[in-house]
């Protein structure tokens, strides 16, 4: 059978794509200490390359401060990039394209992390979820503009990586969506302020990562943005701040727009009057300026095919390492939608992160379709479901 998620996609830029199928930033919390790669991370990606046309790689913080949770990668240090190139090389085998998310935590840590440090963040607000979040410190003026250039910084690394494009992780109330978050941002300097305002962060962002591939990048280089539509506190994002940020980033230098929800059908979370799917709304704010990837709940061709169906450019997917390769081979029948635990290390789960999910969801593992994402409940705030909602 001929699906559409199966044909090329070209950006404008002239990065090729050979299908329209993205794997997800999937977190396996499994650096060394200091945030370098390790073995376990290169077999994880390397069994999944080959059949999606790109890899996002998990989460890279770009500073110290930025550091969300253990065992999380680096991109903060010139060191960090051998060891950042051989996972590069292990998502591009096969011809498919590899993609690193970069990121600051900002308030979404803590003092343990981050060996003594108080958590930093647009305001000193400490966060509604989870419970036992700590006040961040507010950033200094100078402090931001740190975080700008690391932001550039990172990305001239992730280009001598060898990766093919990096993603601002804007998503899933970490630093970059604190800024925008009125609940998050309460400063009163051109950092905080209106909506208009509150997108100066992200957009010096962009333009510090613009600036370094337009300096360093000897090849096209992709630059994504990923976002969550909604917040449910009070005050907090809502969908039509999500739509007027969206407009910014059709207008901006981004190659591409990606959403993180649970489900491609998903309404809006705070006015339950508004039945058009979130999906559907953002393509039509994009109004076919940048591509976007849908994502949320895609387990069969069929479901992939509806993403794209309703309007999104390309498909974010988690599942088995060949759930591609059985579609191309007409093997479908083949593909498992129930992992049971015993099939972890078959699956190339590294062991850090199977104590997370054996932990968190032994009770659900046998029916879900793939543990090979860690759940980030703070994810939009939104209940969890499953193992769609991921910590990158």
């Not at 590069?88 to 096969?94: D, F, H, I, Y």
């Not at 932001?151 to 998503?171: N, P, Y």
Request: charged share 25%; proline share 5%; hydrophobic share 40%.
């Amino acid at each position: 059978m001929t699906y559409q998620f199966m044909q090329p996609y070209t950006f404008k830029n002239g990065v090729t794509l050979k299908n329209r199928m993205v794997m997800s930033p999937t977190t396996t919390m499994s650096s060394f200490y200091d945030g370098h790669v390790t073995n376990d991370e290169i077999k994880f990606y390397d069994v999944r390359a080959g059949g999606p046309g790109m890899i996002i790689g998990e989460v890279a913080n770009v500073i110290a401060s930025g550091k969300g949770f253990e065992g999380e990668l680096s991109i903060a240090d010139d060191g960090d990039i051998d060891g950042l190139s051989r996972l590069a090389n292990a998502m591009k085998r096969g011809g498919t394209k590899a993609i690193l998310q970069i990121f600051h935590a900002g308030r979404k840590s803590n003092d343990s992390i981050l060996r003594g440090e108080q958590p930093v963040s647009a305001s000193a607000v400490k966060a509604v979820f989870p419970p036992d979040s700590q006040t961040p410190r507010e950033l200094t003026a100078a402090e931001i503009d740190e975080i700008i250039v690391a932001f550039g910084e990172a990305t001239r690394r992730a280009i001598a990586a060898g990766f093919d494009g990096v993603e601002l992780h804007g998503a899933n109330t970490y630093l970059l969506q604190q800024f925008f978050s009125p609940n998050s941002n309460r400063r009163t300097d051109k950092w905080g302020g209106d909506r208009d305002a509150r997108m100066g962060f992200a957009k010096a962002v962009i333009a510090s990562s613009q600036q370094a591939i337009d300096t360093y990048a000897d090849r096209p280089f992709l630059l994504g943005y990923r976002i969550s539509p909604e917040e449910i506190e009070t005050p907090g994002i809502r969908l039509a701040d999500s739509l007027a940020f969206v407009d910014m980033l059709g207008d901006s230098t981004v190659d591409y727009v990606h959403t993180s929800m649970g489900s491609a059908h998903r309404t809006s979370l705070n006015d339950k009057t508004d039945h058009e799917p979130i999906l559907k709304q953002l393509v039509q704010q994009l109004a076919g300026r940048k591509p976007l990837i849908g994502v949320g709940s895609v387990e069969k061709p069929a479901d992939a095919e509806a993403v794209l169906e309703m309007g999104a450019d390309l498909v974010e997917f988690i599942r088995e390492p060949q759930w591609v390769e059985k579609i191309v081979d007409g093997d479908e029948a083949s593909i498992r939608y129930q992992i049971s635990p015993s099939e972890l290390d078959e699956l190339a789960i590294p062991r850090a992160m199977q104590d997370y999910l054996k932990g968190a969801f032994y009770s659900v593992m046998h029916f879900t379709t793939d543990p090979s994402v860690a759940v980030d409940y703070q994810n939009e705030a939104a209940p969890m479901e499953g193992f769609e909602k991921k910590m990158s």
